[in-house]
């Protein structure tokens, strides 16, 4: 992990792409959750005199990007050579995840990671990116019937009027909300169907365990 902080720290992409390589027997969950989320936050945490156009965070979080990219692609390729279904098959998309992020927040890394992992053990996520309003939101659902949402933020008190308007609009969908700090918690809609995890391990096993369930 030290190494990948450094790498970001100079700027270097070729040195941050190798030590983010994922293989298509890798584990985005560990990959994430050990790697590339410690060093994210040890970066937070640095104060640096960077130059015009330098920023470490923006070269992690583009060699972690293209990582994930490169993972897929990969996956999806020996899974269809092995004989099974392609991406856009009928059978993959019943149960697919929308993934959003918070009002105006760009979508976390986080997020790309949780698509990737539950990819990982044979489920279809989907990132919502670009503006989406809570109309837009609910239409969004009602266009794909997802098995599940998620909101993805790192925010410590995010806006959560997507998870108010999905929820009314679908009281009996699952919603899972990325929240580590308690401050936001009490803002949520009072139901059974959403549910508050505080890390992404359990955002991941609980999405697993809702998506096999159905």
């Not at 508050?196 to 609980?206: A, D, K, N, W």
Request: proline residues 8%.
């Amino acid at each position: 992990m030290s190494a990948l902080v450094d790498a970001a720290l100079a700027y270097s992409r070729t040195a941050c792409d190798n030590l983010l390589v994922l293989g298509p027997e890798g584990d985005p969950a560990t990959w994430w959750t050990e790697l590339v989320e410690p060093a994210w936050l040890r970066l937070s945490e640095r104060t640096v005199l960077a130059g015009p156009g330098e920023m470490p965070e923006v070269v992690l979080a583009t060699s972690a990007l293209r990582a994930l990219r490169n993972y897929i692609e990969e996956f999806e390729r020996v899974m269809v050579e092995a004989g099974g279904p392609p991406a856009n098959h009928p059978s993959r998309m019943r149960k697919i995840v929308l993934v959003f992020a918070a009002p105006d927040e760009v979508v976390p890394l986080s997020a790309h990671a949780l698509a990737a992992a539950l990819a990982a053990q044979g489920s279809m996520a989907r990132i919502v990116t670009g503006p989406a309003s809570t109309h837009r939101s609910v239409e969004l659902v009602t266009m794909v019937r997802p098995t599940a949402v998620v909101l993805a933020t790192t925010q410590n008190k995010p806006d959560l009027d997507v998870v108010h308007a999905v929820n009314e609009s679908y009281p009996e969908l699952p919603i899972f909300v990325g929240l580590r700090a308690d401050a936001a918690a009490t803002e949520l809609p009072f139901g059974p169907t959403v549910q508050r995890v505080r890390s992404f391990t359990g955002l991941l096993h609980e999405v697993l365990a809702v998506i096999k369930a159905r």
